[in-house]
């Protein structure tokens, strides 16, 4: 396999510039195999190669897949215009190898958010086509009725949509409902929810596809890397 010379490798983990990583070798901040490297141009098999940066482990990956338990209170934009970036809940590598978001969550919806710096994999995650089911436990203003599981089974009318949105439900207790969508309208649980004539309190995401947030067992506002075949719907 085609080895990389370390600065390199270290520079597409989200280590810095180039110049920032062969200073940082060059200061002895670089163990492979627990020994400090002694030459930038020591080269490695780059997949999978495990190292330490300041003491910290690191594992070598060429792209990473995030899943963050979301905590109220931060913004999946770019640029956020009220709350801090969800991308500062993630170590400063991933901001470096331009981590993003796969689809976003409210600044107040908690649960499970996805993260990645594969164009593909977001992509192919976000499209329409794609139907991946995404689950949430909403908590509503007013009891959930018999009425609005009716309306929200049989199709809500949102004012910019040009047909009716369905959703599948199940009523938890009596303030709250299991939703499961496929689409990603814009705040579409909040919005289906009021158009029903109730009102979300909290959102949050427990499931996407195959993937459950309380299998992962993450604490709120920490996160785990995933492998995308834990996606796949069983
Ligand atoms: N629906 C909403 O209304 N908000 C979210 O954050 C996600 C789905």
Request: hydrophobic share 35%; aromatic share 6%; charged share 25%.
């Amino acid at each position: 396999m085609k080895k990389l010379s370390l600065d390199k490798i270290l520079q597409s983990q989200g280590f810095g510039t180039r110049k920032w990583c062969r200073q940082l070798i060059a200061d002895g901040e670089v163990c492979v195999g627990g020994k400090v490297v002694e030459s930038q141009d020591s080269a490695f098999v780059a997949e999978g190669l495990e190292f330490t940066v300041h003491g910290e482990p690191w594992i070598c990956r060429a792209h990473v897949y995030i899943a963050l338990n979301k905590p109220p209170g931060y913004e999946c934009s770019r640029r956020p215009a009220h709350h801090p970036p969800v991308l500062t809940l993630l170590p400063e590598q991933f901001r470096w190898r331009d981590v993003q978001p796969v689809g976003r969550l409210d600044h107040d919806t908690t649960g499970l958010l996805l993260l990645s710096d594969d164009g593909a994999f977001i992509h192919a995650q976000s499209s329409p086509k794609r139907h991946v089911p995404k689950l949430y436990v909403a908590t509503t203003h007013d009891p959930v009725t018999p009425e609005l599981l009716r309306q929200l089974q049989e199709g809500v009318q949102l004012h910019d949509e040009p047909a009716p949105l369905t959703a599948q439900v199940r009523q938890i207790d009596s303030h709250r409902l299991e939703i499961i969508l496929e689409q990603g309208k814009y705040h579409q649980v909040k919005r289906m929810l009021a158009a029903a004539g109730n009102h979300c309190d909290a959102l949050c995401r427990i499931a996407i596809g195959g993937l459950r947030l309380d299998a992962l067992e993450l604490a709120e506002g920490t996160w785990c890397h995933i492998d995308p075949a834990q996606l796949a719907t069983p």
